[in-house]
């Protein structure tokens, strides 16, 4: 968790970047992971493909069903990262949902994420009420930050509940739609993003969903922390894992 905030304390506009473990090939993964980190990115959240990713859009979906075919599982990725710490300082986190961890178990898969050196576990569908109630203590034990999202439609007593009860940032979903889905921001997310800016939440915040370009980066960072590029990047890896700093170099 440690590594997650330092990066925070940074005095720059973090670039996080999502993809899915397993996608485009099986063995990818460690490779986009280091080619990431020499390309300057901040932080890296490593998808764990699911069959029914319901926040997702087609990018995603597509990309999580390709790698559930090419043979990912967790346990896969445990052993293709049981040595990442050795090559990789930034932080990493995985992404995903609830029923793969609660068929791994909870408690197993918290201690694999610690002996591999995962900082953080990015969980949308994992009740905030759940959470404190059954795993937090099973968190902490293994020094595991648990991102929780908020988007346009969160009340702000929920936002502020949320606040209290994160030790890293907050995940802020742009709009209500499902990643991939948005072509730019207009008045109507500038003014979210600048809503949540002035709680002056004691955690930072990063954008995620509809971060595609420059444009769009300079927009979602203007007010928050950082910004997460996870459809636009899934995208451009499909056929080339190698070239990924030329991606990366837009962001900057």
Do not use: W
């Not at 090939?25 to 080619?35: A, F, R, V, Y």
């Not at 203007?222 to 056929?239: C, L």
Request: net charge negative; with cysteine; proline share 4%.
């Amino acid at each position: 968790m440690k590594r997650i905030q330092d990066k925070l304390q940074e005095n720059k506009k973090l670039v996080s970047i999502y993809f899915t473990a397993g996608f485009p090939n099986l063995n990818d993964t460690k490779t986009i992971i280091e080619n990431l980190e020499k390309s300057g990115v901040d932080m890296i959240e490593i998808g764990l493909p699911f069959s029914d990713p319901l926040a997702d859009g087609p990018t995603i979906q597509a990309s999580s069903t390709k790698a559930l075919q090419n043979g990912m599982t967790s346990e896969l990725l445990f052993s293709q990262l049981k040595d990442i710490r050795e090559s990789v300082k930034i932080p990493l986190l995985i992404m995903g949902y609830f029923n793969p961890m609660l068929q791994f178990g909870v408690e197993n898969f918290c201690r694999k994420c610690h002996e591999i050196g995962i900082d953080g576990l990015i969980i949308p569908d994992l009740p905030l009420e759940i959470y404190l109630s059954e795993y937090k203590s099973t968190f902490e034990k293994y020094d595991l930050a648990n991102i929780f999202l908020i988007t346009p439609q969160t009340s702000e007593k929920r936002i502020l509940e949320i606040d209290e009860n994160s030790n890293a940032f907050i995940y802020m979903v742009s709009s209500a739609s499902v990643t991939g889905s948005t072509n730019g921001f207009g008045e109507k997310e500038m003014a979210y993003f600048e809503r949540i800016f002035n709680m002056n939440l004691k955690n930072p915040q990063i954008i995620g969903f509809g971060i595609n370009n420059k444009t769009t980066f300079d927009q979602a960072t203007a007010f928050q922390k950082g910004a997460i590029i996870g459809s636009h990047f899934v995208t451009s890896i499909k056929s080339d894992v190698e070239n990924i700093g030329n991606y990366i170099n837009q962001f900057s």
